[in-house]
């Protein structure tokens, strides 16, 4: 797991559930190891799903998901999710940070 993404964090062992796009993005519970104990959602999509992935779609699926994440950065209401952490990429993972969700479309 991408460990530059959850160092602060403490992240439960199992995923809550899956989410996005095909269900790429696996969503863990997670509370921010500081004064505040937040309670937050970390998103996480292991690249070695992509093997599942024909050669010609991987790079269109990887910008899909990017776009996903990088959406919630731009868009600040009350009613949208509200990002804590920008997205993390790395050769392994790629994955961000949200408020606490209690579930996903």
Known sequence: MGQELIKGYTLDKEERFIG???????V???VKEDQSQRKVSVFI?????????KQKDKEALL??????AKQLAKFRH????????????NKKVMGFVTERVAGTL
């Open 20 to 26: 996005g796009l095909n269900g790429y993005w696996k």
């Open 28 to 30: 863990y519970n997670a």
């Open 45 to 53: 999509f292991e690249k070695k799903q992509l093997s599942k992935v």
């Open 63 to 68: 910008e899909i998901l990017r776009r996903e």
């Open 78 to 89: 009350p009613k949208i999710l509200n990002l804590v952490e920008r997205i993390i990429e």
